[in-house]
């Protein structure tokens, strides 16, 4: 099965709310073997709401809308959409009698006049229940079984009804036993996307008849291999061993799967080990910190940091040699190492990570561009540190910095690590 999904509201073209509700009935339906071809939004305007479904119906035959279900003027889903299927609009009783109960309890008093048009629907539709919230959802379909599904655009409304109503309903009629789409995500760190490429070779086009995607972000460029047209039996296995033969040629740079999060990885690795950890942030101001902190049980790995942003307290707080500044200024392998050392000894720990560089947009020179870092670790003595010139606005490149360091903590634990170089340059 094919599905188009249309989301429906100013404030989605306007960029005032982002739209998760597409992305989430991407994913449930995917789990289905139901494929999303195509996604669009439109505004609260009755012809575009009408001309969107109208296409979407014409390709596929089956339709999602979410939004536009409220008791607004500028609620217009349910009349336009009806219109396509030359159905007027009536009075449903028992809803509105479920509406009035609702208010009578929650509020107190009568149900607003304005909330009467919830209980408006086109005619011979079946009512999509809403436990979730006020707004019920309206399923048409015509003598060719072309439908149209509408949700709530709220989004913990939209995704209880799917799960209560519209996935058991498509359910029944999916041919038991039929292709899934399933999807399998490898987390790279510290290599760019056509690095990866280079290395995938003849896979980088796709593994075993699976698609795979490359998407970059500022945690690394995750791999993303894709089964759209086998059973679920046979799913599983073949994601396995393509994700296999990715990992043979991507090596030591692919560091988790799926929703894996660095700095979780490192500090159950660390607590595995027995180990302890502090910070020396400069550029990241305390960023690196955050994220590990930000998980829980952090407590036991983590003791505490240094923000050294300004030279005397890296001197003052962290042992900085003042020669070592002048000399070879404050972005610099010397006053890296220094700083990973002098958190590692001020902190009693088994681990010192050092981070100093210029995150922009200004303060960067020909010998030290914009982007360039030193990042620094310290593992019980032994100091490595290598030096990165990362992409993309200041915050893109203070978070790039905090994940080349946890990155950097991973290939401390890697005794092959010289293979690729600490101070491996540019």
């Known amino acids: 099965m094919n599905l188009e999904i249309v989301t ?125 919230g006020s707004a019920p959802g309206i399923w048409l379909e015509d003598a060719q079984q072309r439908w149209v599904a509408m949700l709530p655009g709220v989004p913990r409304e939209m995704r209880g009804m799917l799960a209560d109503t519209v996935i058991p309903h498509l359910r029944d009629r999916l041919p038991i036993g039929g292709p899934v789409i399933r999807a399998r995500t490898l987390r790279t760190a510290n290599i760019a996307e056509s690095a990866l490429a280079d290395k995938l070779g003849e896979l980088a086009r796709g593994v075993n008849g699976l698609s795979l995607a490359y998407l970059p972000g500022n945690e690394g460029v995750d791999l993303r291999l894709t089964s759209y047209a086998l059973p679920a039996r046979e799913t599983e296995a073949a994601l396995t061993a393509a994700a296999l033969l990715v990992r043979e040629k991507v090596g030591r740079f692919i560091y988790g799967e799926g929703d894996d999060d660095l700095a979780a990885l490192m500090l159950a690795e660390c607590a595995a080990r027995g180990l302890t950890l502090a910070v020396a942030e400069s550029c990241t101001g305390g960023l690196l910190g955050m994220r590990l902190t930000a998980v829980p049980g952090s407590s036991r790995v983590v003791k505490g940091g240094t923000i050294a942003y300004a030279n005397e307290v890296k001197v003052r707080e962290l042992g900085v040699s003042q020669s070592d500044l002048d000399t070879h200024g404050a972005v610099s392998e010397p006053v890296a190492r220094a700083m990973a050392t002098g958190a590692r000894l001020r902190f009693g720990t088994n681990i010192g990570i050092g981070i100093t560089g210029v995150a922009g947009p200004d303060g960067g020179t020909p010998e030290k561009p914009v982007g360039t870092v030193w990042v620094a670790v310290d593992l019980d003595g032994e100091v490595h540190a290598v030096r990165a010139i990362l992409p993309g606005d200041r915050s893109e490149i203070r978070y790039r910095t905090a994940q080349l360091a946890l990155d950097r903590l991973r290939r401390a634990f890697d005794r092959d690590q010289d293979a690729i170089g600490w101070t491996a340059r540019g």
């Open 8 to 132: 429906i509201g100013d404030e989605l073209l306007l960029g005032f709310t982002i739209d998760t509700n597409a992305a989430h009935i991407a994913r449930e339906f995917a789990a289905l073997g139901v494929r999303i071809v195509r996604r669009a939004t439109c505004g609260d305007d009755a012809d575009a709401i009408a001309q969107a479904v109208r296409d979407a119906l014409d390709r596929t035959g089956a339709v999602i809308t979410t939004g536009g279900l409220g008791p607004t003027a500028d609620d217009m889903t349910k009349p336009a959409i009806a219109s396509i299927f030359g159905r007027g609009m009536v009075l449903d009783e028992a809803i509105l009698a479920s509406l009035q109960e609702r208010w009578l309890k929650r509020f107190g008093h009568d149900l607003p006049a304005s909330n009467y048009q919830q209980a408006m629907v086109p005619e011979a539709c079946t009512i999509l229940p809403n436990r979730h």
